[in-house]
């Protein structure tokens, strides 16, 4: 090893000295270089729609390996519960399907349910499960349009059907989306309405349930999908006896501008050091969802006509996914469907009908001729949990006139 004379002291040179000077630089570069390299191509991805839906709707992400979804007792159903079937679209596509009796009526009923084949129904109309439903002029049906990823019976899911079936006399539909579970096609937001459309469709035409006795229930992603759904049958003259978002967004590019995934994960919110940026990013969405300009024309639209309308918005407080003060866009956007003015006054208004519970929980209701448009808060839930919690339940039983609401 060699050696230098400076200033009187040896200074040794070799391999050590150089290598650790090297990762001094390297190991920063590193951890700096690498996040911002899987970013950056993460966004490039993204500006391709192909992926850009893949990210977005997560459709290939379940659990089918594993789980039969043709095998509803895995989740605590009763034997044949569940119905799984097949409903056509618009567009041909074949949309998979559960029909979910409530429990206190399947117990009624129970000998002849049980003696039914189990398992997928090629025909549910052959079905007693279908009769109960079909020839009862008091069945109340939830439409239940669930969130981004999985497929019917994943995740939360379930629990939440439970929660609405178990107790109660609502008969729940739960679809998967065109490219989820074992649904054909593959998900685009014309294509979602459109399946959403055809469930609602089933429901009125062939198992004979009157709007007026069905719930539209969306939660996440599910809420953009029940507002497209909400716009469309409301240009047609028709009202369902209620719309219910759970943990909703006012549109996806303003969404995704401060999303994380998983509450820690940023997706655009990176770019909001530079407007410009942020801007560009945002004009490559190719789904847009804008669920506040849908509610404020589905408002538009009901009042015109003198219509009834029942839109609720739920979201809990900690929910890390979706920031709960969207809500307020969503009822911001409904009420002008109602009248325009500005965000004082509107701020004003909204004070004077809200009911403040707790610092993590009010109820802001607003009524004016046929529409409602009510807005909770709650503290706890989260994202997805919220879905078997009391406030969802009691949002179904108020849209079906269950609950005296004159005090909430």
Request: proline content about 5%; some cysteine; aromatic content about 10%.
């Amino acid at each position: 090893m060699s050696s230098i004379r400076r200033r009187g002291r040896a200074v040794k040179l070799g391999a050590n000295s150089s290598s650790s000077s090297s990762s001094s630089y390297l190991l920063p570069a590193l951890a700096f270089g690498v996040p911002v390299g899987i970013y950056s191509l993460f966004l490039g991805l993204s500006a391709v729609p192909f992926f850009q839906r893949h990210f977005l709707y997560a459709h290939k992400i379940n659990t089918l390996l594993w789980n039969d979804v043709n095998k509803p007792e895995s989740w605590g159903f009763a034997q044949n519960q569940v119905t799984p079937f097949n409903l056509k679209t618009a567009d041909d596509q074949s949309i998979y399907a559960w029909h979910i009796l409530p429990l206190p009526l399947y117990g009624q009923h129970e000998a002849q349910l049980i003696a039914q084949p189990t398992g997928f129904c090629e025909d549910i109309t052959q079905t007693v499960n279908f009769k109960l439903l079909n020839e009862d002029p008091t069945s109340q049906l939830i439409v239940y349009l669930h969130g981004n990823a999985g497929h019917v019976a994943q995740a939360i899911r379930p629990a939440s059907y439970h929660a609405l079936t178990d107790t109660s006399k609502f008969h729940v539909l739960a679809i998967d989306y065109r490219g989820f579970g074992h649904s054909t096609g593959s998900p685009t937001e014309p294509g979602l309405v459109l399946d959403a459309s055809a469930a609602v469709d089933w429901a009125m035409k062939v198992a004979g349930v009157s709007a007026d006795r069905i719930v539209v229930l969306g939660q996440s992603l599910g809420t953009a999908v029940a507002s497209g759904v909400a716009e469309s049958f409301a240009k047609q003259g028709i009202d369902f006896a209620g719309v219910i978002l759970v943990a909703g967004f006012s549109s996806l590019p303003t969404m995704l501008s401060g999303y994380s995934i998983a509450g820690w994960v940023p997706v655009l919110a990176p770019l909001r050091a530079s407007p410009w940026l942020l801007r560009q990013a945002m004009t490559l969405v190719v789904d847009k969802w804008l669920s506040a300009d849908r509610l404020r024309e589905t408002v538009r639209t009901v009042r015109g006509r003198d219509g009834k309308l029942n839109l609720q918005l739920v979201h809990a407080k900690n929910d890390w996914d979706i920031p709960c003060h969207e809500d307020d866009k969503l009822f911001a956007a409904a009420v002008s469907g109602l009248r325009e003015m500005d965000d004082s006054t509107l701020a004003e208004e909204k004070a004077s009908r809200t009911v403040t519970r707790d610092e993590d929980s009010f109820v802001a209701t607003w009524e004016e001729g046929g529409v409602t448009i009510r807005q909770e808060l709650y503290p706890h839930g989260g994202h997805n949990d919220i879905m078997y919690y009391a406030p969802v339940s009691l949002a179904v039983m108020r849209a079906f006139g269950v609950l005296d609401t004159t005090d909430s």
